[in-house]
């Protein structure tokens, strides 16, 4: 629960692994099927798209809850105050995670 009394949905519809074009078309189902958190992540190269779904949706900003990850590199301080939303049509994030993979190349992502 937020400071605000909101509650954010326990389930969310991720969209790891789909590709940006197919991202935005995705999304819109999720939004129709009811979900109402969209997680998403900086390594996965589709935030802007989720953003444009929403936007496009008719569902106001308060209605969608978004969260994201910041890449492994990025964990610093300043590179969390630095993260910015802009080219991705998202005014607010629901939460802004620190995601630590680890293993012989912790930033390339497999299927």
């Known amino acids: 629960m937020f400071n605000s009394g909101q509650r ?3 389930l ?3 969209v790891f692994l789909i590709p940006p074009p197919q991202t935005e078309a995705a ?3 999720a939004l129709e099927a ?3 958190h969209i997680d998403t992540a900086e390594m996965y190269g589709n935030e802007a ?3 444009q779904a929403i ?3 008719g569902l106001s900003r ?9 890449k492994n590199d990025a964990h610093r301080h300043f590179d969390i105050f630095d ?11 629901a939460a802004l995670n620190r995601n630590q993979r680890t293993g012989p190349d912790p930033d390339k992502f497999t299927g």
């Open 34 to 36: 009811g979900y109402r």
């Open 49 to 51: 798209e989720v953003g």
């Open 27 to 29: 999304v819109p189902h």
């Open 62 to 70: 308060g209605e969608v809850f978004v969260t994201t990850k910041l």
């Open 83 to 93: 993260f910015e939303l802009s080219g991705q049509d998202v005014e607010a994030i």
């Open 8 to 10: 954010i949905p326990q």
């Open 55 to 57: 936007s496009k949706s």
């Open 12 to 14: 969310g519809f991720g």
